[in-house]
């Protein structure tokens, strides 16, 4: 049985990718900050959890440790941990900055570096990144958290090259507004969510073609798609899930 180590599971998108993963018949373990998130999920599906701060090196190499002792090798990685500032450039702190950076692009670095060395030594892997749209389209008050994005997606992308000769892949999926509590986080009324699927030309952003957004779920099963086996000769793939926002 495969064995997945999942980053950012206690909510949204790492959940429904654990949930995903788990139907699929792998053997995840969920890791995040939130304990109580992950006793939770722990309870409704039997996964084995980790806490972990993807901000602390030597906190992932021990939880990787952890888990390679008690679990086995990690055949799977998905890098799911992510944190959201919005905030126009001239307003943006260098903590700020600093502090989207470490989750968003330093954390999947770490994981990527700790975990990639035993798949690389083992001949096999597959690891995916969730990234953003964001990335890859201008926003308007969101410039450090697309940067960030952009940076985990192309390191992501930057890896899979350099572990292809070893047999791992490496993917990015890269998620628009999707019901989860950080877009939710973004929302004032009803108004917002419906003006997150028409569409907002005074800040430049289109709305979604398909006319909805997207569930965790969605974004889940592409994850779920790339690790498997019927993805076996993708890598270095950028998948966005948006509903056509980033056209």
């Known amino acids: 049985m495969a064995i997945a180590l999942v980053t950012g599971a206690a909510q949204g998108i790492g959940k429904a990718v654990v949930r995903a993963l788990h139907r699929d018949g792998l053997r995840v373990v969920a890791s995040d900050r939130n304990a109580a998130g992950l006793r939770a999920l722990a309870a409704e599906i039997g996964c084995t959890t980790v806490e972990l701060d993807v901000r602390d090196t030597a906190a992932v190499d021990r939880a990787v440790r952890h888990v390679e ?43 990527c570096r700790r975990v990639g060395a035993g798949m690389a030594e083992r001949g096999g892997g597959a690891i995916v990144t969730v990234a953003s749209n964001a990335a890859g389209v201008p926003r308007m008050s969101m410039a450090a958290y697309a940067a960030s994005k952009a940076a985990a997606a192309h390191f992501t992308r930057c890896l899979g090259l350099e572990l292809a000769g070893y047999g791992v892949r490496c993917n990015v999926v890269s998620p628009g507004s999707t019901d989860t509590p950080m877009q939710r986080g973004m929302w004032t009324s009803e108004a917002d969510a419906r003006a997150t699927v028409l569409g907002r030309p005074e800040i430049f952003k289109n709305g979604i073609p398909l006319g909805r957004i997207a569930s965790p779920g969605d974004v889940a099963e592409a994850v779920a798609f790339l690790v498997s086996e019927r993805a076996r000769h993708i890598t270095m793939h950028d998948l966005y899930v948006d509903g056509g926002a980033s056209l």
């Open 69 to 111: 002792e008690r679990v086995g090798p990690i055949d799977v990685l998905v890098n799911v941990a992510g944190v959201l500032h919005v905030g126009g450039v001239l307003d943006t702190s260098d903590e700020d900055w600093q502090a989207v950076f470490d989750v968003n692009a330093t954390g999947v670095f770490r994981l």
